[in-house]
């Protein structure tokens, strides 16, 4: 297995992130949501000019194996995990885990005193072994289908379950 860096997200990323997020709401969510949910989900990168401009508002790292993006995460007011996904051929492999922990760290010395997400059903559990705990169950209007997710919340500091 080739060693993950991990760098700052570049203009030039768009399409890949766009291509990356896509396959990972495709391929890693058909046990918790229907093909049409995934389709309204994945429509967000439709438009990859203001797919870029949401990356590019926020703090965004890219995961890369052999200089390729695999994953990426982007950080929204150094309070929210807005988008965390992974590209399936490497799901399990710990990139999630890195873009995860770099997050929380880069949140953390910035002064954030928690960490929030909209964790989908199917990284829900990812979230929770992280230490973010559940705060309210909400769902989501996207077109015409609904879709479900928790808001999870992790707490930095003395005493907090951050590790």
């Known amino acids: 297995m080739s060693t993950t860096a991990l760098r700052p997200a570049l203009p030039g990323d768009t399409s890949m992130l766009a291509s990356i997020f896509r396959s990972s709401i495709f391929e890693l969510t058909e046990e918790d949501y229907d093909d049409d949910q995934q389709e309204a989900w994945a429509e967000a990168a439709d438009d990859e000019e203001a797919f870029g401009t949401r990356l590019a508002d926020q703090l965004t790292l890219v995961a890369t194996r052999d200089g390729e993006p695999v994953g990426f ?39 954030a005193k928690s960490l929030k997400a909209d964790a989908s059903d199917t990284a829900l559990g990812f979230f929770q072994a992280r230490g973010y705990v559940p705060q309210r169950r909400n769902t989501v209007p996207l077109g015409e289908v609904w879709l479900a997710n928790t808001t999870v919340e992790k707490t930095f500091g003395p005493g907090s379950a951050m590790q």
């Open 73 to 111: 995460v982007s950080v929204k007011d150094n309070a929210v995990i807005d988008l965390l996904y992974v590209r399936p051929d490497v799901a399990g492999e710990g990139v999630g885990t890195l873009l995860c922990d770099a997050a929380e760290k880069l949140a953390e010395a910035r002064g």
